[in-house]
């Protein structure tokens, strides 16, 4: 059985930091892509940054550009989130992804749809 269990997220003032884990079991994701989305009380799912199969090529939305960082550690099959200068509108359930099949190492998925694989989510609450 696949799983996708995210870990690290909580509380924080704005202008703090959280760094989200998502450690996969099942499977390796080693040659697919991975990705994080979020969703806020009353919103849609929103892409939020994603990661190609050896983290040569990342891509963020212009909400969190400069601030969020996606990495991986292949070897452990984990993908991280840093979240820094974190902002009350930051405020969501974080869902990390992954996909099924080996994606080409310049494509990075920024689409749910594309996604084949989702945690249960971590919450992040941010105070003013």
């Known amino acids: 059985q696949v799983q996708l269990v995210e870990s690290g997220g909580g509380s924080v003032q704005a202008g703090g930091s959280l760094r989200l884990s998502c450690a996969a079991s099942?499977?390796?994701?080693?040659?697919?892509?991975m990705g994080w989305f979020r969703q806020a009380p009353g919103k849609d799912r929103e892409f939020v940054a994603a990661?190609?199969?050896?983290?040569?090529?990342?891509e963020y939305a212009d909400s969190v550009k400069g601030r969020f960082t996606i990495s991986r550690d292949n070897a452990k099959n984990t993908v991280y989130l840093q979240m820094n200068s974190l902002r009350p509108e930051d405020t969501a359930d974080y869902y990390c992804?992954?996909?099924?099949?080996?994606?080409?190492?310049?494509?990075?998925?920024?689409?749910?749809?594309?996604?084949?694989?989702w945690g249960q989510g971590t919450q992040v609450t941010v105070s003013s």
């Open positions: 099942g499977r390796t994701f080693s040659s697919n892509a």
């Open positions: 992804a992954g996909k099924a099949y080996y994606t080409a190492t310049g494509y990075v998925p920024t689409a749910d749809y594309e996604y084949d694989y």
């Open positions: 990661i190609n199969w050896n983290g040569g090529r990342t």
